[in-house]
């Protein structure tokens, strides 16, 4: 359901009749209140974007203004006029309508399928330690060049909207699951495939270190990118604006035959900090194996040995060997989780088996080269990391800790190898510091979830092995906290500096708390800083899984347990938290929409 609103704005003296289009869920208390609104607001509009004529306005919705070439403007005022219930609705009005931000600073219009998206640029100033610069990219990749498997039979297709492609998509799964319409797993599915119609770019966050951040990493830039795998079931399918090509499954899409949100996280020089991503079925976890080798290939063709966990075999098949870190509940308050993880434990069993036996091809998608590979994904470490997990110990602590038994012993046969080869020239002190992780993991010295996924991470690192970090949906947990500090991590080792000393002994923990002195006396953390940075940049995929209610923060300032050891003291209550924010000018949603009842 629509409504014409008729507005008369008058600009420079000129006064415009324009025809706006509101869709359903827009609340105001009369139509002169909005009329006035939107004169306002469009007053304001017009004045900062002095190229655009009143005439060139479409529609406007709550995810941006539309024009007519195809282009969309997006405000932040808009996100805050969504229907509330009455009787917040005008408590919140004053709030809201008595005020107009400034339009984002600066657009960049990047060339997608149609429509055309304008999209702003975004960039955050930690002061006196780091700024950092958000862009979105061209899919110009080589994951991004994996050609997607369409589901429906095009022709059947070709002329449905966006909108009906989406119920398409939900009716399809649905029928595929089982589950009534009505049902909250159906809600989510609907709304999941709807957020991926629209094309989602790969998305960078690329520091400039200041002062002595700068002098610590050694370097003056660091550059971080998030490859999404362009997987939804929608690709392939035709709409009025041409064939579907550029969707993810997003994180409500929990139904969807592809991986959600699987996405690389890449260095500037193409290695990967992590993977992310859920398996839950074997072709999942096929799905998630040719990501993994596709996206270190061009690190090993030189065919050296192992590199990044890839090595060429004597029968002339190549193997493949990672590490998957689990964030999901294992407490038999949460059950569906655990199952979740069960399944990929044996999603991912059955893969090795099976690969053993006749190994998995994976075409490169430009050279059409075909490798047959014998998938080795290491046993799975189980770390409960979740808001509600303030008392792991008492909530499947015990569960946890016996898978993740098995999959620290597989690190430590590989660490111990690697030792040797350590051995054969002057290394002792790398050799120290992966024993003395190695005993803090083995012998539970670590008692925080956090400090097992960096001191895995840590060996995982120094072993040159592909890692999988994932939660759920890969979003929250996986982005919120667990994906920066691994980030924050490696660009640490890449300083070449040891890990602190604690008590004689190395340690992946106390990276957290190491601290330098800037020129004014003051103490700077690098690591949380960096940790602080990279959060940032997560927190803004996290709007590609959920749209507007992007990233879930509690209120009444509640952080997740590890961000109180791994955040710079001035983001530790929820107000300073969003102070994070204030400088970040989202595409999709303002700031303050990240904060979720």
């Known amino acids: 359901m629509t409504e014409i609103l008729k507005l008369d704005i008058g600009i420079n003296q000129k006064l415009y009749n324009t025809n706006l289009t509101l869709n359903k869920g827009w609340s105001f208390k009369g139509a002169s209140e909005a009329k006035s609104w939107f004169n306002a607001f469009f007053k304001k509009f017009f004045e900062e974007n002095p190229t655009l004529s009143p005439t060139e306005l479409i529609r406007a919705n709550e995810r941006g203004v539309f024009l007519k070439d195809g282009r ?74 994996i050609p997607p498997a369409p589901r429906w039979n095009s022709e059947a297709t070709a002329h449905l909207s966006k909108e009906g492609l989406s119920r398409l998509e939900a009716n399809y799964l649905l029928s595929k699951n089982g589950d009534k319409p009505e049902s909250n797993s159906a809600k989510e599915t609907r709304l999941g495939t709807r957020l991926g119609v629209e094309k989602r770019e790969d998305y960078r966050m690329s520091t400039t270190l200041m ?88 690190r090993f063709e030189d065919f050296s040995g192992l590199s990044k966990g890839i090595q060429l075999r004597e ?63 290491l046993a799975i470490a189980a770390n409960q990391f979740n808001w509600s997990n303030y008392l792991p110990n008492f909530l499947g602590e015990s569960t946890a800790q016996a898978y993740s038994i098995e999959a620290d012993k597989a690190l430590q046969k590989l660490a111990e190898a690697k030792i040797k080869q350590l051995r054969a020239g002057d290394n002792q002190k790398k050799i120290n510091q992966i024993e003395d992780t190695l005993d803090a993991l083995l012998n539970n010295k670590l008692k925080k979830s956090w400090e097992k996924i960096l001191a895995r991470a840590y060996l995982v690192t120094i072993l040159d092995l592909p890692e999988v970090i994932h939660c759920k949906s890969s979003v929250d947990r996986t982005g919120g906290a667990a994906i920066p500090m691994v980030f924050a991590l490696k660009e640490w080792l890449k300083t070449g500096r040891p890990l602190p000393l604690v008590n004689g002994r190395y340690s992946t923990s106390a990276i957290a708390d190491h601290s330098i002195t800037d020129d004014t006396g003051e103490k700077i953390y690098p690591f949380k800083e960096l940790v602080a940075l990279k959060m940032i940049h997560e927190l803004k995929m996290s709007e590609f899984a959920r749209g507007d209610k992007g990233y879930k923060i509690r209120e009444g300032g509640i952080l997740h347990p590890a961000l109180k050891d791994l955040l710079p003291e001035r983001y530790l209550d929820i107000s300073s938290f969003w102070s994070l924010f204030n400088d970040f000018k989202s595409s999709y949603s303002p700031a303050q929409n990240f904060l979720r009842s």
């Open 72 to 145: 969309i403007i997006s405000h932040p005022d808009l996100f805050m006029l969504k229907k509330t219930p009455a009787a917040s609705t005008a408590k919140k009005a004053a709030l809201v309508w008595g005020s107009l931000p400034a339009v984002s600073e600066k657009q960049t219009e990047i060339k997608t399928n149609n429509p055309t998206i304008a999209k702003p640029e975004a960039s955050h100033e930690l002061k006196g330690v780091a700024k950092a610069d958000f862009a979105f990219l061209e899919p110009t990749h080589l994951l991004n060049k």
């Open 211 to 298: 002062g002595k951040m700068s002098e610590f990493f050694k370097t003056t830039s660091i550059r971080s990118d998030d490859i999404l795998a362009k997987n939804s079931p929608l690709n392939g399918c035709k709409t009025q604006d041409g064939v579907i090509s550029g969707a993810i499954s997003s994180s409500y899409n929990r139904h969807a035959d592809t991986i959600t949100m699987l996405r690389k996280i890449e260095a500037e020089d193409g290695s990967s900090t992590c993977y992310a991503g859920r398996v839950d079925t074997l072709p999942k976890a096929k799905e998630m194996a040719r990501f993994l080798f596709l996206g270190e290939i061009e």
């Open 315 to 377: 029968d002339g098949n190549y193997e493949l060997t990672f590490a998957v870190q689990s964030l999901l509940n294992m407490h038999v308050f949460d059950s569906q989780q655990k199952n979740m993880f069960e399944k990929q434990l044996e999603a991912y069993n059955r893969l090795a088996k099976e690969s053993k036996k006749t190994p998995l091809e994976i075409t490169h998608p430009e050279t059409g080269k075909t490798y047959k590979v014998v998938v080795n994904p």
